[in-house]
Every structure is written in structure tokens, then in C-alpha cells.
T-cell receptor, first 113, second 120 residues
Framework: TQLLEQSPQFLSIQEGENLTVYCNSS?????LQWYRQEPGEGPVLLVT?????EVKKLKRLTFQFGDARKDSSLHITAAQPGDTGLYLC?????????????FGRGTQLTVWP | DVKVTQSSRYLVKRTGEKVFLECVQD?????MFWYRQDPGLGLRLIYF???????EKGDIPEGYSVSREKKERFSLILESASTNQTSMYLC???????????????????FGAGTRLSVL
């Protein structure tokens, strides 16, 4: 069941540009996480957002959880080649069994020098 | 540092073979998960386990089974490998973190590096 829809699926930009990745659902989530995966490795957690309307910053990355807790966004300012990777959102669905995460399909970001 | 170790990075098997993928975590996590990852399809949950000897089906359990005899080890078994099981397999573990009284579970998952399985 694809509870989380991520967009865009692919993003190819030049160094220095800004970008936003979206993660949307019609369901309410208790919390939402963003992971980044590099080739040949498993996903690594970037951030968790828990409260509706919450904004978290991690250097050039800004994460937002929607007021209704149905959506989230990741904004990268002045992207760098080192930001290249697969970005995944994942949520704890309010009605789910404790412990399970629901993942979006991911956004493949490529930043060219 | 949390460590989730998958026994093989690359595996090549023949159709019909029985395949074991092993995963070990060192953080005393109760929860362990097996996913497969395919281009355009994201991470799909195969099976997960909340405790020793307990297992729950995920979204795509057909053709797979699992074993959790010890808390730190979760094995994925392909009883008779088929070519459509060629994929990247990811293991993850987590504990449930509650924030305060009646808090919200965060369920941070820690992943292994993955096993790329090719079935010929």
C-alpha cells in the first residue's frame, strides 16, 4: 500500500540551485522521517518531524511537516554535488502496527558541478 | 554507533536454489525488518519481527520466509529462488522511542548496507 507519494521522482540540477521535494498522503501520520541513500549503501536518517507545522533545519536542508500531518517537504538551498543521492520520506501511520514505517518511492537527486 | 550487518554484499544464485540472507544488529533492538528495493518501486516491506520467534507479513511476503531465533539476528529465506527475486535486499532494525507520557513513536530505522542478489 503506497500511503506516501513522493515527487518528483527524478531531479537533475546544477550546483547552487535550490530545490524542493514533496511527500504527500491522504492519511495522517504520527511522525515523518527523511532518509538519504547513497549508491551501494542503506538509507541513513536525516531528520524526524513529529509536530504538525514543525520546521527543522540541518545546515542547507529545511524540513517541514504539514499542519495536518499529512505531508512534508524537504528544501535544499544552494545544492552541492555532495547532496546527490536518493531521498526517501517515511512515516509512522497513525493506524499502523507499532514499529512499521511506510516509505515513499524516493526522489533521485543529481547535482552537477 | 548502531551497526546493522548483512552477511553478503553481493550474491549470485541459480533458479530453484534455497537462499539465506542474514542480518545481525548490535543495538538490542526489538524490531527488525526485511525490504527489497527495486528502481521506481522504492522500499517494499517483505517481513518484519517485533520479538524473538515473532513475525509479521509485510506487503510482499510471497516466495519468502523469515526466521528470528535470537534477538540480534533476522534471516530472510528464499525457499526456491526465482529470477523475479533479483533485487537489492535491505535489512533494518529499530526500537520504539516514545516522547514523554503517551508520546509519539519515532521508530528510527537503522539499515544495513544491503545485499544485491542476482538469480540466474
Amino acid at each position: 500500500t503506497q500511503l506516501l507519494e513522493q515527487s518528483p521522482q527524478f531531479l537533475s540540477i546544477q550546483e547552487g540551485e535550490n530545490l524542493t521535494v514533496y511527500c504527500n498522503s491522504s492519511s495522517v501520520f504520527s511522525s515523518l522521517q527523511w532518509y538519504r541513500q547513497e549508491p551501494g549503501e542503506g538509507p541513513v536518517l536525516l531528520v524526524t518531524v513529529v509536530t504538525g507545522g514543525e520546521v527543522k533545519k540541518l545546515k542547507r536542508l529545511t524540513f517541514q511537516f504539514g499542519d495536518a500531518r499529512k505531508d512534508s517537504s524537504l528544501h535544499i538551498t544552494a545544492a552541492q554535488p555532495g547532496d546527490t543521492g536518493l531521498y526517501l520520506c517515511a512515516g509512522v501511520y497513525r493506524g499502523s502496527t507499532l514499529g512499521r514505517l511506510y516509505f515513499g518511492r524516493g526522489t533521485q537527486l543529481t547535482v552537477w558541478p | 554507533d548502531v551497526k546493522v550487518t548483512q552477511s553478503s554484499r553481493y550474491l549470485v544464485k541459480r533458479t530453484g536454489e534455497k537462499v539465506f540472507l542474514e542480518c545481525v544488529q548490535d543495538m538490542d533492538h526489538e524490531n527488525m525488518f526485511w525490504y527489497r528495493q527495486d528502481p521506481g518501486l522504492g522500499l517494499r516491506l517483505i517481513y518484519f519481527s517485533y520479538d524473538v520467534k515473532m513475525k509479521e507479513k509485510g506487503d510482499i511476503p510471497e516466495g519468502y520466509s523469515v526466521s528470528r531465533e535470537k534477538k540480534e539476528r533476522f534471516s530472510l529465506i528464499l525457499e526456491s529462488a526465482s529470477t523475479n527475486q533479483t533485487s537489492m535486499y535491505l535489512c533494518a532494525s529499530s526500537f520504539s522511542v516514545l516522547i514523554g507520557f503517551g508520546g509519539t513513536p519515532k521508530n528510527i530505522q537503522y539499515f544495513g548496507a544491503g545485499t544485491r542478489l542476482s538469480v540466474l
